[in-house]
């Protein structure tokens, strides 16, 4: 989602920006607003719509509140669209659909949580204002009146956009304490809208981040992905940080805030995982591209690839500082996190293969590596692999133009040799040069362990020097099948 214009944000100027996008929402839904006002009841957009429509923006949810029951608006919506359906009933959402436009209309409502409850308690309300009280934030609390367009900002929610700032309808302390997800909501708008939080709310998110102990982790991860799939995700970190709040939700990550020595002999881990994590986005491709943006993988990884220093951190001789095999303890850190937020094995394996990934490419250019080492390079990575391209260029945040110059180069160098040895090899899917079935007709042995061990054999051979051929890997195979014949009787 963009943030706010440059220029020109004055309440009169985003009102002109809005008309457009309300008009078209209006036109799409007519006769909506009609129906509910015949069978007398209210009916407004509300949310996000209308905060987009003066960013200039058309929401992809079209969200309403009324004052029908959830019966009553179904019936208005079966009249109204080609399906409808059941959202949330008992929360007072029913959604439907009318060729391509989708609405969902939610019963005028408050929202709270009992203490101790992971689910919050809803109640319908009875008024417009009353509902956009209990939202989230001012921004989010206009709305637009169907079917004639009136607009309703109680609580100068249009006010708080044009100045870029973001407050909460009624005090902090009441808004996080009926709902403490909204805790994890300002870091997610800071990021996504750049809007700078109100050192009011900034002050009830520190108070109330313990809160955050009866919200579902499922709810958490959720706000956590919006905010690192963000315009700006580091803004929204950085505020989770600053007010303690990742010390409930993400704690790896305020823990990297390493005390830097006088002498700076090395960076501040959480500054420098910032960075890299800016740097990765900006390494993000167009939409056509390897890895397009926003990619929450190369994100999450560019921000954890480095939790495993504080776990590590050595003080060597001389006054050095070491953090050995850091990125296998990152990558079990990272694993715990994330599974205890409920993401999905597929993300969690990922970002933890990166982490655990991203120090490889380190030496190459003093060293330089066999062909060898850059097909195992390559078969380790696997689908991961221009990910770890992106990764393991961001992780360059040196000040020293003439290291991150060599660093540069060394990495064109080694992607000019996958390219070179992909186009020699096929080396995206380095196999054997004889399979399952060929191994067992050429030992005459039924399928085992030592098929198993046979293949890889024959892998670690493809390995080290490219392909054989089906010749010459038979041969290495009968060599290597009467060699482990000879040890057998030998033992």
């Not at 990619?295 to 003080?315: F, S």
Request: aromatic share 6%; hydrophobic share 40%; proline share 5%.
């Amino acid at each position: 989602m963009q943030a706010l214009p440059s220029s020109d944000t004055t309440p009169a100027s985003l009102m002109r920006t809005a008309l457009s996008v309300l008009s078209t929402i209006a036109a799409e839904t007519d006769p909506l607003g009609s129906m509910f006002a015949d069978a007398g009841h209210e009916l407004a957009l509300v949310g996000g719509p209308v905060r987009d429509a003066f960013l200039g923006r058309r929401s992809a949810d079209l969200d309403f509140a009324t004052s029908a029951r959830p019966d009553e608006t179904h019936a208005i919506l079966t009249a109204w669209g080609d399906a409808t359906w059941d959202v949330g009933r008992e929360f007072g959402t029913i959604a439907a659909r009318r060729g391509d436009v989708v609405v969902e209309i939610t019963t005028y409502r408050t929202e709270e949580y009992d203490v101790g409850s992971r689910k919050p308690v809803v109640a319908f309300g009875s008024d417009l204002e009353g509902d956009l009280s209990r939202r989230d934030f001012r921004v989010n609390a206009m709305a637009v009146r169907l079917p004639d367009l009136t607009f309703v900002d109680p609580f100068h929610g249009l006010t708080d956009l044009a100045a870029g700032v973001l407050n909460t309808p009624a005090s902090p302390q009441q808004s996080f304490d009926d709902d403490p997800l909204r805790i994890l909501r300002a870091a997610r708008f800071a990021a996504q809208l750049g809007l700078d939080v109100d050192p009011g709310v900034m002050a009830a998110m520190t108070e109330y981040a313990p809160r955050l102990a009866i919200v579902s982790a499922e709810r958490v991860q959720a706000e956590l992905v919006k905010t690192m799939v963000a315009a700006a995700p580091r803004r929204g970190i950085e505020l989770l940080v600053e007010t303690g709040v990742a010390d409930v939700v993400l704690p790896e990550v305020p823990a990297m805030r390493l005390e830097i020595d006088e002498h700076h002999r090395h960076k501040d881990v959480y500054s420098h995982s910032l960075t890299v994590l800016d740097q990765a986005i900006a390494l993000e491709s167009g939409p056509d591209g390897p890895v397009p943006g926003p990619d929450l993988v190369l994100r999450l990884a560019a921000l954890l690839h480095d939790v495993g220093k504080p776990d590590t951190r050595r003080n060597e001789p001389g006054g050095r500082v070491s953090f050995h095999h850091h990125e296998i303890v990152g990558a079990k850190l990272a694993r715990r996190r994330m599974k205890a937020l409920k993401f999905d094995k597929a993300t969690t394996v990922a970002v933890c293969d990166l982490i655990a990934l991203h120090l490889r490419f380190h030496g190459y250019g003093e060293a330089g590596w066999t062909d060898s080492a850059v097909r195992r390079y390559v078969t380790d990575a696997g689908p991961l692999l221009e990910r770890l391209h992106r990764l393991t260029r961001a992780d360059c945040t040196t000040r020293n133009r003439a290291k991150a110059d060599r660093l540069s180069h060394a990495y064109d160098d080694l992607e000019q040799r996958i390219a070179e040895l992909r186009d020699q090899e096929e080396i995206d899917a380095i196999r054997p040069d004889l399979d399952g079935s060929q191994i067992m007709a050429i030992l005459g042995i039924p399928p085992g362990r030592e098929v198993g061990a046979a293949y890889k054999h024959l892998l670690g051979l493809r390995m080290e020097e490219g392909p054989l051929g089906a010749e010459r890997a038979e041969a290495e195979l009968r060599a290597w099948w009467a060699a482990r014949g000879a040890e057998a009787d030998a033992g």
